[in-house]
């Protein structure tokens, strides 16, 4: 079965395709954006945290007191809201751990930090965190920082931030459902416009084929009225002065056919 689309039919549908190849262009290219944007802010956050964090915990970093840095590492997770901070010292140990409040004494390092801790440089990421309290698994956004002094390039500590990128995926969807709302929104105004442009367009043109047909049919009076301002308007009056002038040479010859007999 083959089914043919009138030509307003066919114009809204050119309209729906473009609007949405329009709109879904939009959210990707917004998308990618925000999250590149999210993702450097979340970096700089970061950074300014676990700077702030090492300047002001330098000095216990030299004289090795570490139960006033697991204090202070407390502290900063529930101010600025943090998964986890924790903090390696210079010889790469665990001295402190918001995720595991029982390390009183330097612990080894993870196997997967050693290498980034070898590196003496700042490394962010994203990674797969498994909560211990929860039991469930999240992505985070961590970063390590290595804290130096001013009187000595290698680093004191280095300190290691995570923040939950579970805010920045809602805020992403909240923008993505605006983003279509207003292409949706978009589409029916679109799709308005082409009715109301295919309209001007093919009511012109079905009263040309009903005047054609007219015309077929031996009625050569009738007048076709189109008032658009265009070349269908100019059609409708050529094709009216052709049928009155058909209509005028019919009769001419039915007058001389008259005389002649």
């Known amino acids: 079965i083959v089914v043919r689309l009138g030509l307003r039919s066919k114009l809204m549908l050119l309209t729906s395709l473009v609007m949405l190849f329009v709109v879904s262009l939009v959210v990707i290219m917004v998308s990618r954006n925000m999250r590149n944007v999210i993702q450097e802010e979340t970096r700089k956050r970061s950074l300014a945290i676990a700077k702030s964090f090492g300047a002001n915990n330098l000095e216990s970093f030299r004289a090795y007191t570490w139960f006033k840095v697991q204090q202070n590492s407390r502290n900063a997770r529930s101010d600025n809201e943090l998964e986890y901070l924790v903090v390696y010292n210079k010889e790469g140990l665990r001295v402190a751990?918001?995720?595991d409040p029982q390390v009183l004494a330097p612990l080894p390092s993870e196997p997967g930090v050693r290498s980034l801790l070898a590196q003496a440089s700042v490394v962010s990421r994203e990674i797969e965190f498994?909560?211990?309290?929860?039991?469930?698994?999240?992505?985070?956004?961590?970063?390590?920082?290595?804290?130096?002094?001013?009187?000595?390039?290698k680093p004191w500590a280095t300190v290691?931030?995570?923040?939950?990128?579970?805010?920045?995926?809602?805020?992403l969807r909240e923008t993505q459902l605006h983003i279509l709302q207003i292409g949706l929104v978009s589409l029916l105004i679109g799709l308005l416009g082409a009715a109301f442009l295919g309209a001007r367009i093919t009511t012109p043109i079905i009263r040309l084929k009903e005047g054609s047909l007219r015309?077929?049919?031996g009625d050569l009076s009738s007048i076709i009225q189109v008032q658009s301002g265009d070349e269908l308007e100019a059609l409708a009056q050529n094709f009216n002065y052709m049928m009155a002038q058909i209509k005028q040479h019919q009769e001419e010859r039915i007058r001389a056919e008259k005389l002649a007999a």
């Open 160 to 171: 290691r931030i995570g923040i939950a990128t579970a805010p920045m995926a809602r805020s």
């Open 215 to 217: 015309a077929a049919s």
């Open 97 to 99: 751990d918001t995720r």
């Open 130 to 153: 498994v909560s211990d309290t929860l039991g469930s698994s999240e992505r985070v956004f961590d970063t390590l920082v290595p804290i130096t002094a001013s009187d000595s390039p």
